[in-house]
């Protein structure tokens, strides 16, 4: 008897049976494998790893990234495992439909939104803080008013805005271009963090790992 209410599930064979509004395959191997790298490494790699070190956890902060890359291992191999059982459009929301019923779906569709609505804040924010402290090293920082929201005794946070609103663009204009751009710009970020390894490393100074755990 086939299931019915919140709790039915979709088969393999009927998500699989896309039909005419299937989805146009426009990103290849490689545009998805940098696009999940973007989404891993975040902005916080930049705004929160120092202030962790030097607040919180000291050198036992490189814990944390092993723990957080066998996360993002398990992850990876789930989403890979479902992808290749469920080849079409919806990711997490469809592999849900037809593992666990349409209630799961359901709710884990609105926390997706939810997620990429903070997430996508929290990165506008931090990159509009470091954009400000490059505007102000050279004479031309922002008064607070526009690098503040109402709620923190300013008016807006004009970059942070400014850069959504220009992202919003890029992803208006089409998967491909889009694409192109998250390309370009995980290109960038990795080679910002190799830079930053290469000039480092020949830096670090071992006494400062005792005591390891602070």
Not at 154 to 177: C, D, H, K, M, Y
Request: hydrophobic share 50%; aromatic share 10%; glycine share 12%.
């Amino acid at each position: 008897m086939a299931q019915q209410g919140l709790w039915r599930t979709k088969s393999i064979e009927q998500a699989n049976d896309t039909g005419e509004s299937g989805l146009h395959r426009a990103l290849s191997g490689l545009d998805l494998t940098l696009l999940g790298i973007g989404a891993i490494i975040g902005a916080g790699i930049f705004v929160l790893t120092g202030i962790a070190a030097a607040t919180k956890a000291g050198p036992a902060l490189t814990l944390s990234f092993v723990l957080a890359g066998l996360a993002c291992l398990f992850a990876a191999l789930v989403y890979a495992e479902f992808a290749s059982t469920v080849p079409v459009s919806g990711s997490a929301y469809t592999y849900s439909y037809v593992t666990l019923g349409e209630l799961a779906a359901w709710i884990i569709g609105w926390d997706l939104i939810l997620e990429y609505s903070v997430a996508s804040a929290a990165v506008a924010i931090g990159w509009s803080g470091y954009f400000n402290r490059v505007l102000s090293g050279i004479g031309l920082g922002l008064p607070d008013v526009l690098t503040r929201t109402p709620f923190d005794g300013g008016w807006l946070n004009l970059p942070a805005f400014l850069i959504i609103l220009g992202v919003s663009g890029i992803l208006a204009l089409g998967i491909r271009e889009s694409s192109r751009f998250n390309n370009a710009i995980v290109v960038l970020k990795l080679g910002i963090i190799a830079l930053f390894l290469v000039v480092a490393i020949p830096q670090v100074d071992t006494t400062n790992w005792d005591p390891y755990f602070p």
